[in-house]
């Protein structure tokens, strides 16, 4: 959990405003992806090495706090992955920098309406 911590620490001590508040979700989506899909390979691989603790954790998923807990995974996943392309594109085009907060607005509008 050191990540986590030198993501929060980090977070709460600068304050470079929108571009600041982007980065940290950047890196809290990204890791929380990273923990759904460590569980997921975990879970999955109980299939074949207990099928009875697998039954149990599917069991378990049908819990309606796992239900939020998806929604949240898609909204996490459609974050990293557009404020990501939202990167690439001001790192492939220098020029672009100028514009940098009009696409960090387009891209948090683009979450918004993607979540709804």
């Known amino acids: 959990m050191d990540g986590l911590g030198l ?3 980090q977070g709460l001590s600068y304050r470079g405003g929108l571009f ?3 980065w940290v979700a950047h890196r809290i989506a990204g890791l929380g992806t990273l ?3 460590t569980i997921h390979i975990v879970d999955t691989s109980l299939v074949y090495f207990a099928p009875e603790l697998y039954n149990h ?3 378990l998923y049908r819990n309606p706090f796992f239900g939020v807990g998806e929604i ?3 909204g ?3 974050w990293h992955g557009l404020n990501g ?3 690439a594109v001001s790192d492939w085009f220098p020029n672009l920098w100028a514009a ?3 696409l960090e607005e387009a891209s948090a509008v683009r979450q918004t309406l993607a979540d709804d």
Request: charged residues 10%; positive net charge; proline residues 0%.
């Open 57 to 59: 954790a599917i069991q």
């Open 76 to 78: 996490c996943v459609l």
């Open 35 to 37: 923990l759904f899909l």
């Open 20 to 22: 600041q508040l982007a």
């Open 7 to 9: 993501v929060v620490r």
């Open 100 to 102: 940098h907060s009009q």
């Open 72 to 74: 949240i995974l898609v």
């Open 85 to 87: 392309l939202r990167i």
